[in-house]
């Protein structure tokens, strides 16, 4: 089948029956503690990296004053360790009073201010992972009504210290009770990574019923090899990945490591080109407040990331693993057009991988090519024509690819208008089929 009517077939299949929260129709993008700050609670000592409401209220200036909030990186999320020990004398959780001086409802108003939404972390079980106070079952709804007296916009819901019945129970009895508080919250389940994140023993239809998003699969680290883990599992299970997600519902591989420690410029676009055609998520866990401008370049790309939240909500799939180490991804988007990912596993040289548009199972036809991150345009290929990508060791070359077609009529005082003044004259039956790029 050509993926043009594959693309009909999946996005017709999926995504019918998404939680009702009415959030989250593209994935959510903003920030997440964990993976970059961990559970550093010694405040004493390392101020400026502990879990700590100045943390938190660091990263919202930064969101807010350096771009991020614009592109639609709106979500500060707390993860592990920001709790007391103990709850309160009616049962209720409260944030550590040390390092959480002015209370978690202070912290939202501080985020809501700057037009930025936050999140929080709980863990369906005994304790949370780190060893904090869970939330057992006689615990879901006194928690859900917390968390929404905080104004809270998203809940992260770990499974440490659980076992899978409790799992079975909880899980959907937070949905129903975040619902119940009548304030819409994002919900992110845990549920899956702690299952296996496969059919039998997970059902997705379920998940898309009652979780925003999900985590499939193990925690990210800062390392390529634990980008290369990730990739692998969520590739190699497409056929079961791929048509659960949708608006509403998506899968989760986890947050971006981008301005970390762990990966190389190459590598670090290579993992925002594929969270992308895998409309994964796009949870930055990195010091927004010294982040190298290379990072931050690969992290703003305004194409990758109307790739990642095409309206559409197809996730995309590996087309092919070569021999050679060169894979090829692809994500069908609205207005005909499509992401492709070249991705070379290779350790020696950038490879010259040649292929055409047909073989890649594109229609006939005149195609406009955009190349991502090196934001130049390409001239026009026919779908027939071959070409050839430089890729290199353990980089991508991605590409926003669409028909060629004509303006619309009126561009002329649209967004568009300064780019019309190029030599070529397009037309559109309207703006609304205009491609992201032009
Ligand atoms: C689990 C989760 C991580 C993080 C830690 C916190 O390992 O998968 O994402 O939340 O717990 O302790």
């Not at 129970?169 to 702690?194: D, E, F, H, V």
Request: charged content about 20%; proline content about 5%; glycine content about 8%.
């Amino acid at each position: 089948m050509q993926w043009s009517a594959l693309t009909l077939v999946l996005a017709f299949s999926s995504a019918t029956l998404a939680l009702d929260n009415g959030l989250m129709r593209t994935p959510p993008m903003g920030w997440l503690a964990w993976e970059r700050f961990r559970c550093d609670i010694d405040c004493n000592n390392d101020p400026q990296n502990c879990i700590s409401e100045s943390l938190f209220t660091d990263m919202a200036d930064r969101l807010s004053e350096d771009g991020w909030r614009e592109l639609g990186y709106v979500y500060i999320n707390i993860d592990d360790c920001w709790s007391s020990k103990q709850r309160d004398s009616q049962g209720r959780l409260q944030a550590d009073p040390k390092r959480f001086p002015h209370g978690i409802p202070n912290l939202a108003r501080y985020i809501h201010d700057r037009g930025l939404k936050l999140g929080i972390y709980g863990d369906m079980g005994t304790f949370t992972c780190g060893g904090y106070p869970g939330t057992t079952l006689d615990k879901v709804q006194i928690d859900a009504q917390t968390f929404a007296d905080w104004e809270i916009d998203m809940l992260k819901l770990d499974g440490c210290y659980s076992n899978s019945s409790y799992q079975e129970q909880g899980y959907p009895m937070m949905s129903k009770a975040l619902n119940a508080t009548g304030r819409p919250i994002g919900y992110s389940c845990s549920w899956p990574a702690y299952q296996g994140g496969l059919p039998p023993k997970v059902n997705y239809t379920q998940l898309g019923q009652i979780c925003n998003l999900w985590r499939n699969y193990a925690d990210i680290q800062d390392s390529w090899d634990s980008v290369l883990g990730i990739v692998d599992w969520f590739f190699d299970n497409q056929d079961v990945l791929q048509p659960v997600a949708g608006p509403g519902q998506w899968n989760d591989p986890d947050m971006l490591l981008i301005g970390d420690f762990g990966l190389s410029l190459d590598q670090s676009r290579t993992q925002m080109a594929l969270w992308a055609i895998m409309a994964a998520p796009l949870f930055m866990s990195n010091d927004l407040r010294t982040i190298s401008s290379d990072a931050r370049a690969i992290l703003q790309n305004k194409v990758v990331i109307g790739i990642n939240q095409d309206h559409l909500g197809i996730q995309g799939r590996r087309l092919f693993k070569e021999k050679t180490g060169i894979e090829v991804y692809l994500r069908p988007l609205s207005k005909g057009a499509s992401a492709l990912v070249f991705f070379s596993r290779r350790t020696d040289m950038p490879y010259r991988y040649m292929t055409s548009l047909k073989t890649l199972g594109y229609t006939p036809g005149v195609y406009e090519v955009f190349d991502v991150f090196s934001e130049a345009r390409l001239p026009e290929l026919k779908d027939s024509t071959e070409f050839v990508v430089s890729v290199n060791p353990s980089g991508v070359v991605m590409w926003y690819i669409h028909p060629a077609a004509y303006w619309w009529k009126g561009a002329e005082s649209s967004r568009f208008s300064e780019k019309l003044k190029g030599p070529k004259f397009h037309r559109y039956a309207n703006e609304a089929d205009a491609p992201l790029v032009l």
